[in-house]
């Protein structure tokens, strides 16, 4: 079973920047594409980055162009956030896409002035 914790997340200023790192306990995280999700209050859980086990990245139009997904070989993934908004304020998870595992606890992203 793949696990995964969801860390670096916190209080940034519009226009600020913070990297995102997921580390998954499993066995076949290389094999598997992966995605960051977000759920902001009163939304749904929502993928906003995704990247193939090959290493091609995709994008919600949201973020596109401010965020950048990667993953290295040791099971972790990275979401790397830039020009950052109040709009990008919400807890961030980690998951396969489609996601088949429970969820991590995620990680708070809070946008603030």
């Known amino acids: 079973q793949e696990q995964f914790v969801e860390t670096g997340g916190g209080l940034v200023q519009p226009g600020g920047s913070l990297t995102l790192s997921c580390a998954a306990s499993?066995?076949?995280?290389?094999?598997?594409?992966m995605g960051w999700y977000r759920q902001a209050p009163g939304k749904q859980r929502a993928l906003v980055a995704g990247i193939h086990s090959d290493g091609r990245p995709y994008y919600a139009n949201s973020v596109k162009d401010r965020f950048t997904i990667s993953r290295d070989n040791d099971r972790t993934a990275y979401l790397e956030m830039k020009s950052l908004n109040t709009e990008d304020t919400a807890v961030y998870y980690c998951n396969t896409d489609p996601h088949d595992w429970p969820w991590g606890p995620g990680t708070q992203v809070t946008v603030s002035s």
């Open positions: 499993g066995s076949r995280f290389r094999f598997i594409d």
